[in-house]
Nanobody, 115 residues
């Protein structure tokens, strides 16, 4: 069973930056898209950013201009560079790979933005 392993979360002050990484534990072929979601207690998981196999990206409005998604298909790795972080960005962040037979999820990494 292939797993997605995330890293890079933590505590940061408002205005700071973090870079999240997510790597598959084994080689995955035919990834249709890689994405990052986030979830806070009591709310639904929301899509933050997506990177398609064709190189297109899309972001939820609150993070546009601050977050950047990038990926390395050969390494089966996706990144999320988060700049100018705000307290409302605090959440558990999950990576997601959409593949031919379904999708894979990471275990989640906590991001806390607080002074």
């Amino acid at each position: 069973q292939v797993q997605l392993v995330e890293s890079g979360g933590g505590l940061v002050q408002p205005g700071g930056s973090l870079r999240l990484s997510c790597t598959a534990s084994a080689r995955i072929f035919s990834i249709k898209a890689m994405a990052w979601y986030r979830q806070v207690p009591g709310k639904q998981r929301e899509l933050v950013a997506v990177l398609t196999s064709g190189g297109s990206t899309d972001y939820t409005d609150p993070v546009k201009g601050r977050f950047t998604i990038s990926g390395d298909n050969a390494k089966n790795t996706v990144y999320l560079q988060m700049n100018s972080l705000k307290p409302e960005d605090s959440a558990v962040y999950y990576c997601n790979f959409r593949i031919l037979v379904g999708e894979l999820w990471g275990q989640g990494t906590q991001v806390t933005v607080s002074s």
